[in-house]
Protein backbone atom coordinates (compact mmCIF):
# COMPACT_ATOMS: atom_id res chain seq x y z
CA UNK A 1 0.00 0.00 0.00
CA UNK A 2 0.98 3.33 -0.60
CA UNK A 3 0.60 5.52 1.85
CA UNK A 4 0.74 8.85 -0.07
CA UNK A 5 -2.13 8.20 -1.63
CA UNK A 6 -3.89 10.46 1.24
CA UNK A 7 -3.80 13.52 -0.86
CA UNK A 8 -5.86 11.89 -3.95
CA UNK A 9 -8.45 11.02 -1.62
CA UNK A 10 -8.59 12.51 2.13
CA UNK A 11 -12.26 14.45 2.81
CA UNK A 12 -15.30 14.28 4.74
CA UNK A 13 -17.48 15.17 2.11
CA UNK A 14 -20.44 13.21 1.59
CA UNK A 15 -21.65 13.33 -2.40
CA UNK A 16 -24.80 13.60 -0.86
CA UNK A 17 -24.06 17.04 0.02
CA UNK A 18 -23.41 18.65 -3.07
CA UNK A 19 -27.05 17.40 -4.36
CA UNK A 20 -25.42 14.19 -6.13
CA UNK A 21 -27.70 12.02 -8.42
CA UNK A 22 -26.71 9.66 -10.70
CA UNK A 23 -29.80 7.88 -11.42
CA UNK A 24 -30.08 9.39 -15.11
CA UNK A 25 -26.66 8.67 -15.45
CA UNK A 26 -26.75 4.69 -16.47
CA UNK A 27 -28.75 2.60 -19.02
CA UNK A 28 -30.96 1.34 -16.09
CA UNK A 29 -32.45 -1.89 -16.69
CA UNK A 30 -33.41 -4.59 -13.93
CA UNK A 31 -34.12 -7.33 -16.04
CA UNK A 32 -37.11 -8.95 -17.32
CA UNK A 33 -38.99 -12.47 -17.78
CA UNK A 34 -37.68 -12.39 -21.57
CA UNK A 35 -34.12 -11.48 -21.09
CA UNK A 36 -31.26 -12.28 -19.31
CA UNK A 37 -30.31 -10.19 -16.29
CA UNK A 38 -26.93 -9.25 -16.39
CA UNK A 39 -24.16 -9.81 -14.12
CA UNK A 40 -22.68 -6.76 -12.79
CA UNK A 41 -19.36 -6.37 -13.91
CA UNK A 42 -17.04 -3.69 -11.91
CA UNK A 43 -14.50 -2.00 -14.59
CA UNK A 44 -12.74 0.49 -11.87
CA UNK A 45 -13.00 2.21 -8.34
CA UNK A 46 -12.55 5.90 -8.40
CA UNK A 47 -11.05 5.94 -11.96
CA UNK A 48 -8.04 4.75 -10.29
CA UNK A 49 -5.45 1.73 -10.77
CA UNK A 50 -4.98 1.84 -7.47
CA UNK A 51 -8.26 3.34 -5.36
CA UNK A 52 -7.25 4.38 -2.37
CA UNK A 53 -9.53 5.72 0.30
CA UNK A 54 -10.18 6.23 4.25
CA UNK A 55 -13.46 4.45 5.87
CA UNK A 56 -16.06 6.54 6.01
CA UNK A 57 -15.75 8.27 2.83
CA UNK A 58 -17.67 7.77 -0.12
CA UNK A 59 -15.81 5.77 -3.59
CA UNK A 60 -17.01 5.95 -6.86
CA UNK A 61 -17.70 2.27 -8.04
CA UNK A 62 -17.65 2.37 -11.99
CA UNK A 63 -18.71 -0.21 -14.30
CA UNK A 64 -22.39 -2.00 -16.17
CA UNK A 65 -24.90 -4.13 -15.71
CA UNK A 66 -25.81 -2.12 -11.65
CA UNK A 67 -29.51 -2.29 -12.61
CA UNK A 68 -31.65 1.24 -11.96
CA UNK A 69 -32.46 0.17 -8.15
CA UNK A 70 -29.84 0.06 -5.65
CA UNK A 71 -28.67 -3.76 -4.95
CA UNK A 72 -25.62 -3.57 -2.18
CA UNK A 73 -22.02 -3.07 -2.22
CA UNK A 74 -19.87 -5.67 0.01
CA UNK A 75 -16.81 -4.51 1.85
CA UNK A 76 -14.54 -7.92 2.86
CA UNK A 77 -11.27 -8.00 4.72
CA UNK A 78 -10.47 -11.70 5.82
CA UNK A 79 -13.30 -13.20 7.05
CA UNK A 80 -14.98 -9.77 7.82
CA UNK A 81 -17.47 -8.80 5.41
CA UNK A 82 -20.19 -5.87 6.03
CA UNK A 83 -23.04 -5.35 3.34
CA UNK A 84 -24.03 -1.45 2.53
CA UNK A 85 -27.06 -0.40 0.65
CA UNK A 86 -26.57 3.23 -0.90
CA UNK A 87 -29.00 5.23 -1.58
CA UNK A 88 -31.42 5.45 -5.02
CA UNK A 89 -29.88 8.93 -5.81
CA UNK A 90 -26.09 7.30 -5.34
CA UNK A 91 -26.66 4.47 -7.73
CA UNK A 92 -27.25 3.64 -11.62
CA UNK A 93 -26.89 0.98 -13.97
CA UNK A 94 -23.21 2.32 -14.56
CA UNK A 95 -22.00 4.02 -11.44
CA UNK A 96 -22.45 3.69 -7.77
CA UNK A 97 -21.62 5.91 -4.76
CA UNK A 98 -21.24 4.01 -1.59
CA UNK A 99 -19.66 5.38 1.79
CA UNK A 100 -16.57 2.28 2.98
CA UNK A 101 -17.97 1.54 6.38
CA UNK A 102 -15.55 1.51 9.43
CA UNK A 103 -16.69 -2.09 10.35
CA UNK A 104 -19.64 -4.23 11.47
CA UNK A 105 -20.14 -2.37 13.97
CA UNK A 106 -18.85 -4.96 17.01
CA UNK A 107 -15.59 -5.32 15.04
CA UNK A 108 -13.84 -2.29 12.97
CA UNK A 109 -11.22 -2.92 9.09
CA UNK A 110 -7.68 -2.76 9.97
CA UNK A 111 -6.33 0.39 8.80
CA UNK A 112 -3.65 0.75 6.94
CA UNK A 113 -5.22 -2.49 4.85
CA UNK A 114 -7.31 -3.83 1.78
CA UNK A 115 -10.56 -4.72 1.26
CA UNK A 116 -12.31 -6.26 -1.57
CA UNK A 117 -15.53 -4.56 -3.32
CA UNK A 118 -17.88 -6.37 -5.04
CA UNK A 119 -21.29 -5.62 -5.78
CA UNK A 120 -24.30 -7.56 -5.42
CA UNK A 121 -27.70 -7.56 -7.80
CA UNK A 122 -30.77 -9.73 -8.93
CA UNK A 123 -28.52 -10.71 -11.31
CA UNK A 124 -25.31 -12.26 -9.60
CA UNK A 125 -22.11 -10.94 -7.87
CA UNK A 126 -19.47 -8.71 -9.30
CA UNK A 127 -15.69 -9.48 -9.72
CA UNK A 128 -14.06 -8.22 -6.65
CA UNK A 129 -11.68 -4.95 -7.11
CA UNK A 130 -9.41 -4.03 -3.97
CA UNK A 131 -9.30 -0.37 -2.23
CA UNK A 132 -6.01 0.31 0.02
CA UNK A 133 -7.59 1.79 3.11
CA UNK A 134 -5.32 4.85 4.77
CA UNK A 135 -6.00 6.27 8.19
CA UNK A 136 -7.76 9.48 8.29
CA UNK A 137 -5.40 11.69 10.35
CA UNK A 138 -5.86 14.70 11.87
CA UNK A 139 -4.31 18.47 11.20
CA UNK A 140 -5.05 21.55 12.92
CA UNK A 141 -3.90 24.89 10.82
CA UNK A 142 -3.42 27.00 14.33
CA UNK A 143 -1.08 24.62 15.22
CA UNK A 144 1.52 25.54 11.98
CA UNK A 145 4.79 27.72 11.66
CA UNK A 146 6.90 28.55 8.72
CA UNK A 147 10.20 28.62 7.51
CA UNK A 148 12.07 28.87 3.94
CA UNK A 149 13.77 26.05 2.24
CA UNK A 150 16.24 25.76 -1.02
CA UNK A 151 15.42 29.17 -3.21
CA UNK A 152 14.26 29.31 -6.32
CA UNK A 153 16.93 29.49 -9.11
CA UNK A 154 15.25 32.90 -9.84
CA UNK A 155 12.98 34.84 -8.53
CA UNK A 156 9.69 34.36 -10.64
CA UNK A 157 6.00 35.56 -10.64
CA UNK A 158 3.27 33.64 -12.62
CA UNK A 159 4.50 30.31 -12.14
CA UNK A 160 2.40 27.19 -11.50
CA UNK A 161 3.69 23.81 -9.53
CA UNK A 162 2.83 20.34 -9.04
CA UNK A 163 4.02 17.73 -6.14
CA UNK A 164 4.82 14.21 -8.13
CA UNK A 165 4.68 11.20 -6.11
CA UNK A 166 7.35 8.98 -5.88
CA UNK A 167 7.47 5.02 -5.44
CA UNK A 168 7.95 5.19 -1.78
CA UNK A 169 6.05 6.56 1.27
CA UNK A 170 9.19 9.01 1.21
CA UNK A 171 9.63 9.52 -2.44
CA UNK A 172 7.97 12.74 -4.12
CA UNK A 173 9.07 15.71 -7.01
CA UNK A 174 7.97 19.13 -7.55
CA UNK A 175 7.94 20.43 -10.80
CA UNK A 176 7.82 24.36 -11.37
CA UNK A 177 7.25 25.80 -15.11
CA UNK A 178 7.14 29.22 -16.99
CA UNK A 179 6.47 32.46 -15.04
CA UNK A 180 7.39 36.13 -15.88
CA UNK A 181 10.84 37.12 -14.20
CA UNK A 182 10.38 40.90 -14.53
CA UNK A 183 11.63 41.21 -18.55
CA UNK A 184 9.04 38.46 -20.03
CA UNK A 185 7.34 35.31 -19.72
CA UNK A 186 9.60 31.82 -19.67
CA UNK A 187 10.37 28.24 -20.76
CA UNK A 188 11.17 27.57 -16.98
CA UNK A 189 10.99 24.03 -16.06
CA UNK A 190 12.68 23.31 -12.51
CA UNK A 191 12.37 20.19 -10.26
CA UNK A 192 13.47 18.94 -7.36
CA UNK A 193 12.92 16.41 -4.57
CA UNK A 194 10.73 16.41 -1.75
CA UNK A 195 11.66 15.38 1.70
CA UNK A 196 8.93 14.22 4.06
CA UNK A 197 9.67 17.45 6.46
CA UNK A 198 8.77 19.48 3.73
CA UNK A 199 11.83 20.99 2.87
CA UNK A 200 13.44 20.22 -0.69
CA UNK A 201 16.87 19.17 -1.70
CA UNK A 202 19.30 16.88 -0.06
CA UNK A 203 23.12 16.91 0.69
CA UNK A 204 23.68 15.74 -3.13
CA UNK A 205 21.40 18.00 -4.41
CA UNK A 206 22.25 21.07 -3.56
CA UNK A 207 19.68 22.95 -6.08
CA UNK A 208 17.05 23.10 -8.33
CA UNK A 209 17.39 21.36 -11.57
CA UNK A 210 16.86 23.13 -14.74
CA UNK A 211 15.16 21.09 -17.57
CA UNK A 212 17.36 22.85 -20.12
CA UNK A 213 16.85 20.21 -22.52
CA UNK A 214 13.22 19.58 -22.25
CA UNK A 215 11.66 23.48 -21.36
CA UNK A 216 8.37 24.54 -22.18
CA UNK A 217 7.60 24.70 -26.01
CA UNK A 218 6.75 28.68 -25.54
CA UNK A 219 7.11 31.59 -22.98
CA UNK A 220 4.43 30.89 -20.81
CA UNK A 221 2.52 32.53 -17.11
CA UNK A 222 -0.95 32.65 -15.43
CA UNK A 223 -1.27 29.24 -16.93
CA UNK A 224 -2.67 26.38 -14.92
CA UNK A 225 -0.94 22.60 -13.87
CA UNK A 226 -2.35 19.33 -13.13
CA UNK A 227 -0.80 15.73 -12.50
CA UNK A 228 -2.37 12.47 -13.19
CA UNK A 229 -1.04 8.80 -12.03
CA UNK A 230 -2.52 5.68 -10.48
CA UNK A 231 -3.99 6.98 -7.77
CA UNK A 232 -6.26 9.38 -9.50
CA UNK A 233 -6.62 8.46 -12.72
CA UNK A 234 -6.45 4.67 -15.28
CA UNK A 235 -2.83 5.49 -15.47
CA UNK A 236 -0.41 2.54 -15.01
CA UNK A 237 1.35 1.94 -11.62
CA UNK A 238 4.39 3.73 -11.50
CA UNK A 239 3.16 6.48 -14.74
CA UNK A 240 3.19 10.12 -13.63
CA UNK A 241 1.52 12.81 -15.94
CA UNK A 242 2.28 16.83 -15.58
CA UNK A 243 0.01 19.26 -17.79
CA UNK A 244 0.86 22.86 -18.27
CA UNK A 245 -3.14 24.05 -19.79
CA UNK A 246 -3.60 27.31 -21.32
CA UNK A 247 -1.85 30.38 -20.38
CA UNK A 248 0.42 33.86 -21.09
CA UNK A 249 2.24 33.46 -24.06
CA UNK A 250 4.36 36.70 -24.08
CA UNK A 251 3.39 39.30 -20.95
CA UNK A 252 2.20 41.66 -22.75
CA UNK A 253 -1.17 39.56 -24.58
CA UNK A 254 -4.58 39.89 -23.57
CA UNK A 255 -5.85 36.59 -24.03
CA UNK A 256 -4.07 32.85 -23.57
CA UNK A 257 -3.76 30.28 -25.53
CA UNK A 258 -5.79 26.91 -25.82
CA UNK A 259 -2.73 24.39 -25.93
CA UNK A 260 -2.18 21.70 -23.49
CA UNK A 261 1.77 20.32 -23.26
CA UNK A 262 1.91 17.16 -21.73
CA UNK A 263 5.11 15.35 -20.27
CA UNK A 264 5.82 12.54 -17.99
CA UNK A 265 7.84 12.49 -15.11
CA UNK A 266 10.46 9.17 -13.68
CA UNK A 267 8.38 8.24 -10.91
CA UNK A 268 12.09 6.76 -9.32
CA UNK A 269 13.84 10.14 -10.40
CA UNK A 270 11.80 12.76 -10.98
CA UNK A 271 13.15 13.38 -14.06
CA UNK A 272 10.93 15.24 -16.81
CA UNK A 273 9.98 14.10 -20.50
CA UNK A 274 9.92 16.40 -23.72
CA UNK A 275 7.06 18.52 -23.66
CA UNK A 276 4.21 16.64 -26.00
CA UNK A 277 1.67 19.18 -27.77
CA UNK A 278 -1.72 17.09 -27.54
CA UNK A 279 -3.93 17.01 -29.80
CA UNK A 280 -7.07 17.93 -27.56
CA UNK A 281 -6.69 21.48 -27.35
CA UNK A 282 -8.77 23.15 -25.04
CA UNK A 283 -12.20 24.59 -26.34
CA UNK A 284 -11.00 28.30 -26.37
CA UNK A 285 -7.92 30.11 -25.53
CA UNK A 286 -7.45 31.11 -21.66
CA UNK A 287 -5.18 32.67 -19.19
CA UNK A 288 -5.71 32.70 -15.49
CA UNK A 289 -7.67 29.07 -15.35
CA UNK A 290 -7.77 26.59 -12.68
CA UNK A 291 -7.23 23.16 -13.17
CA UNK A 292 -7.67 19.38 -11.27
CA UNK A 293 -7.50 16.02 -11.89
CA UNK A 294 -10.13 13.75 -9.95
CA UNK A 295 -10.96 10.57 -10.37
CA UNK A 296 -9.29 10.03 -13.84
CA UNK A 297 -10.68 13.03 -15.49
CA UNK A 298 -8.92 16.62 -16.01
CA UNK A 299 -11.13 20.02 -15.13
CA UNK A 300 -11.00 23.42 -15.85
CA UNK A 301 -12.68 26.52 -14.86
CA UNK A 302 -12.38 30.18 -15.64
CA UNK A 303 -10.52 31.97 -16.75
CA UNK A 304 -9.76 35.20 -19.29
CA UNK A 305 -10.47 34.76 -23.02
CA UNK A 306 -8.65 36.36 -25.77
CA UNK A 307 -10.32 39.38 -25.43
CA UNK A 308 -9.75 40.20 -22.01
CA UNK A 309 -12.88 39.01 -20.47
CA UNK A 310 -13.56 36.54 -17.20
CA UNK A 311 -15.50 33.33 -18.56
CA UNK A 312 -17.52 31.41 -16.49
CA UNK A 313 -17.33 28.21 -18.26
CA UNK A 314 -16.30 24.69 -17.06
CA UNK A 315 -14.62 21.61 -19.18
CA UNK A 316 -13.55 17.95 -18.55
CA UNK A 317 -11.77 15.92 -20.39
CA UNK A 318 -10.78 11.93 -19.67
CA UNK A 319 -7.21 11.26 -19.03
CA UNK A 320 -6.41 7.93 -21.23
CA UNK A 321 -3.83 5.22 -20.04
CA UNK A 322 -0.95 6.87 -22.04
CA UNK A 323 -1.28 9.98 -20.32
CA UNK A 324 -3.19 12.10 -22.89
CA UNK A 325 -6.60 13.52 -22.76
CA UNK A 326 -10.10 12.79 -24.51
CA UNK A 327 -12.39 14.64 -25.93
CA UNK A 328 -12.71 17.98 -23.83
CA UNK A 329 -16.79 18.70 -22.86
CA UNK A 330 -18.00 21.63 -21.73
CA UNK A 331 -20.58 21.39 -18.68
CA UNK A 332 -23.72 22.27 -19.09
CA UNK A 333 -23.54 23.66 -16.04
CA UNK A 334 -21.04 26.80 -15.80
CA UNK A 335 -20.15 28.80 -13.16
CA UNK A 336 -22.68 31.05 -11.89
CA UNK A 337 -20.67 34.34 -12.52
CA UNK A 338 -17.65 34.35 -14.79
CA UNK A 339 -14.48 34.92 -12.67
CA UNK A 340 -10.55 34.17 -13.27
CA UNK A 341 -7.73 33.58 -10.70
CA UNK A 342 -9.50 31.87 -8.60
CA UNK A 343 -9.14 27.89 -6.41
CA UNK A 344 -10.16 25.40 -7.48
CA UNK A 345 -10.29 21.59 -6.30
CA UNK A 346 -12.17 18.55 -6.18
CA UNK A 347 -12.52 16.32 -3.15
CA UNK A 348 -14.88 13.35 -2.98
CA UNK A 349 -17.16 13.79 -6.10
CA UNK A 350 -17.69 17.54 -4.93
CA UNK A 351 -15.85 20.85 -7.23
CA UNK A 352 -15.18 23.47 -5.03
CA UNK A 353 -14.27 27.17 -6.95
CA UNK A 354 -13.00 29.57 -4.03
CA UNK A 355 -13.24 33.56 -4.68
CA UNK A 356 -11.45 34.91 -7.81
CA UNK A 357 -11.50 37.98 -9.87
CA UNK A 358 -14.50 38.71 -11.67
CA UNK A 359 -13.25 42.07 -13.46
CA UNK A 360 -12.55 41.64 -17.25
CA UNK A 361 -9.12 43.86 -18.48
CA UNK A 362 -6.95 43.86 -15.57
CA UNK A 363 -3.74 42.60 -16.51
CA UNK A 364 -2.56 39.92 -14.65
CA UNK A 365 0.65 40.63 -13.01
CA UNK A 366 -1.31 43.99 -11.95
CA UNK A 367 -3.14 43.70 -8.15
CA UNK A 368 -6.74 43.35 -8.32
CA UNK A 369 -9.18 41.83 -5.80
CA UNK A 370 -11.82 39.11 -6.14
CA UNK A 371 -14.90 38.27 -4.09
CA UNK A 372 -15.69 35.79 -1.34
CA UNK A 373 -18.43 33.72 -2.88
CA UNK A 374 -17.57 30.16 -2.96
CA UNK A 375 -19.25 27.87 -5.06
CA UNK A 376 -19.80 23.53 -5.38
CA UNK A 377 -21.26 21.23 -7.16
CA UNK A 378 -20.76 17.50 -7.86
CA UNK A 379 -18.16 15.98 -10.16
CA UNK A 380 -18.65 12.75 -10.92
CA UNK A 381 -16.98 10.94 -13.83
CA UNK A 382 -16.50 14.03 -15.59
CA UNK A 383 -19.84 15.00 -15.05
CA UNK A 384 -20.48 18.53 -13.41
CA UNK A 385 -23.71 18.96 -11.73
CA UNK A 386 -25.17 22.07 -10.46
CA UNK A 387 -23.57 24.89 -8.73
CA UNK A 388 -24.43 25.86 -5.64
CA UNK A 389 -23.58 29.11 -3.70
CA UNK A 390 -21.78 27.71 -0.29
CA UNK A 391 -23.45 29.26 2.66
CA UNK A 392 -20.13 30.48 4.49
CA UNK A 393 -18.24 32.81 2.16
CA UNK A 394 -14.83 33.22 2.49
CA UNK A 395 -13.36 36.45 4.54
CA UNK A 396 -11.48 38.09 2.67
CA UNK A 397 -11.89 38.61 -1.29
CA UNK A 398 -8.78 37.08 -2.32
CA UNK A 399 -7.45 36.48 -5.87
CA UNK A 400 -4.53 35.23 -7.08
CA UNK A 401 -3.80 33.23 -4.33
CA UNK A 402 -2.98 29.81 -3.79
CA UNK A 403 -4.70 26.72 -2.17
CA UNK A 404 -4.37 23.96 0.35
CA UNK A 405 -5.86 20.63 1.00
CA UNK A 406 -5.51 17.82 3.74
CA UNK A 407 -7.51 15.79 6.24
CA UNK A 408 -10.43 17.61 5.35
CA UNK A 409 -9.44 20.83 6.10
CA UNK A 410 -8.92 23.81 3.45
CA UNK A 411 -6.55 26.66 3.49
CA UNK A 412 -6.90 29.83 1.43
CA UNK A 413 -4.40 32.27 0.94
CA UNK A 414 -1.67 34.68 -0.23
CA UNK A 415 -2.76 36.97 -2.89
CA UNK A 416 -4.91 40.01 -3.79
CA UNK A 417 -7.74 41.12 -1.26
CA UNK A 418 -8.70 44.78 0.47
CA UNK A 419 -6.82 45.50 3.80
CA UNK A 420 -3.76 46.13 5.06
CA UNK A 421 -1.04 44.10 3.58
CA UNK A 422 -0.26 40.81 5.92
CA UNK A 423 -4.02 41.35 7.51
CA UNK A 424 -5.85 38.71 5.54
CA UNK A 425 -2.80 36.12 4.58
CA UNK A 426 -4.49 33.19 5.45
CA UNK A 427 -7.76 31.71 6.16
CA UNK A 428 -9.21 27.96 6.97
CA UNK A 429 -12.39 26.14 6.95
CA UNK A 430 -12.97 22.24 6.90
CA UNK A 431 -15.16 20.19 4.81
CA UNK A 432 -18.72 19.64 6.05
CA UNK A 433 -19.22 16.01 6.55
CA UNK A 434 -23.41 16.67 6.73
CA UNK A 435 -23.95 19.51 4.50
CA UNK A 436 -28.16 19.84 4.74
CA UNK A 437 -27.96 23.58 4.56
CA UNK A 438 -25.30 24.45 1.62
CA UNK A 439 -22.67 24.91 4.14
CA UNK A 440 -20.56 21.95 1.52
CA UNK A 441 -17.91 23.75 3.57
CA UNK A 442 -17.72 25.51 7.08
CA UNK A 443 -17.54 28.76 8.66
CA UNK A 444 -13.75 30.77 7.61
CA UNK A 445 -11.39 31.17 9.97
CA UNK A 446 -8.18 33.72 9.77
CA UNK A 447 -4.74 32.20 10.86
CA UNK A 448 -2.42 35.02 12.29
CA UNK A 449 0.97 36.56 11.86
CA UNK A 450 1.62 37.30 15.30
CA UNK A 451 0.82 33.57 16.75
CA UNK A 452 3.16 32.27 13.58
CA UNK A 453 0.59 30.40 11.32
CA UNK A 454 1.44 32.37 8.26
CA UNK A 455 5.00 32.61 6.44
CA UNK A 456 4.25 36.35 5.91
CA UNK A 457 5.28 36.00 2.67
CA UNK A 458 2.45 38.19 1.15
CA UNK A 459 2.94 37.51 -2.57
CA UNK A 460 0.37 37.15 -5.12
CA UNK A 461 0.68 35.11 -8.09
CA UNK A 462 2.80 32.06 -6.56
CA UNK A 463 2.60 28.77 -6.52
CA UNK A 464 0.95 26.43 -3.79
CA UNK A 465 1.79 22.93 -3.25
CA UNK A 466 0.48 20.43 -1.14
CA UNK A 467 3.34 17.75 -1.06
CA UNK A 468 2.02 13.82 -1.19
CA UNK A 469 4.12 12.90 1.72
CA UNK A 470 2.97 13.15 5.42
CA UNK A 471 6.00 14.38 7.51
CA UNK A 472 7.67 12.72 10.40
CA UNK A 473 5.01 13.97 12.79
CA UNK A 474 2.27 13.07 11.03
CA UNK A 475 1.15 16.03 9.11
CA UNK A 476 0.67 17.61 5.99
CA UNK A 477 3.71 20.05 4.56
CA UNK A 478 2.94 22.97 2.12
CA UNK A 479 4.69 24.84 -0.11
CA UNK A 480 4.53 28.65 -1.50
CA UNK A 481 6.93 29.23 -4.55
CA UNK A 482 7.79 32.23 -6.04
CA UNK A 483 5.16 35.49 -6.59
CA UNK A 484 5.08 38.99 -6.56
CA UNK A 485 5.14 41.23 -3.58
CA UNK A 486 1.75 42.81 -2.29
CA UNK A 487 2.17 46.52 -1.94
CA UNK A 488 -2.08 47.42 -2.17
CA UNK A 489 -5.00 46.38 -4.22
CA UNK A 490 -4.25 48.09 -7.67
CA UNK A 491 -1.56 48.58 -9.98
CA UNK A 492 1.43 46.29 -10.44
CA UNK A 493 2.94 45.00 -6.82
CA UNK A 494 6.65 44.89 -5.79
CA UNK A 495 9.80 42.97 -6.04
CA UNK A 496 9.67 39.43 -7.28
CA UNK A 497 10.12 36.40 -4.99
CA UNK A 498 12.61 33.64 -5.20
CA UNK A 499 11.70 32.22 -1.95
CA UNK A 500 10.11 28.91 -0.81
CA UNK A 501 8.36 28.67 2.47
CA UNK A 502 7.16 25.54 3.92
CA UNK A 503 5.31 24.95 7.43
CA UNK A 504 7.42 23.11 9.48
CA UNK A 505 5.23 22.46 12.41
CA UNK A 506 3.07 20.81 13.30
Known amino acids: ?10 GVAALAAAGLNL ?10 NTTTTPTPQIQNINSSTTPTSPVSLPIEINGSGFQAAPGKVTFAQGSLSVDVTPAASAWSDTGIVANVPTGNGTTNFTTPGTVKVTVTTSGGTSNAISVNLV ?19 KAVTGLRGVAVPGMSVTSAFVVLTGGYDGTG ?24 STIATNPLPTTLAHHAMA ?38 VDSTSGAVSTWTSLTSLLPQPLLGLSATVHNGYLYVAGGISVTGATVATVYSAPVNIDGTLGTWTTATNALPTARAFGSMFVFG ?10 DSSIPPNNQNVGDTTVYYASAIRGTVG ?10 HDRAKGVLFNAFGQVISGEGVYTGSVGSGEMETTTINASNTTNDALNSWNGLTGSSAQVPKANVYNAAGITSPLISPTGAPRFLLLGGQALTGTTGPGGALSNYVYYNNLP
Not at 185 to 208: I, K, R
Open 185 to 208: NTTNVWANNLNQDGTVGSLANTSW
Open 135 to 153: ATLSFNPSAMSWSKTMALP
Open 1 to 10: MKKQNWLTTL
Open 23 to 32: AGCGGGGGGS
Open 349 to 358: GVIYYIDGDP
Open 386 to 395: SWTQNGNSTI
Open 227 to 264: EADDTNSLAPIGKRFIYVIGGQVNSTDTGGSNKVYMAS
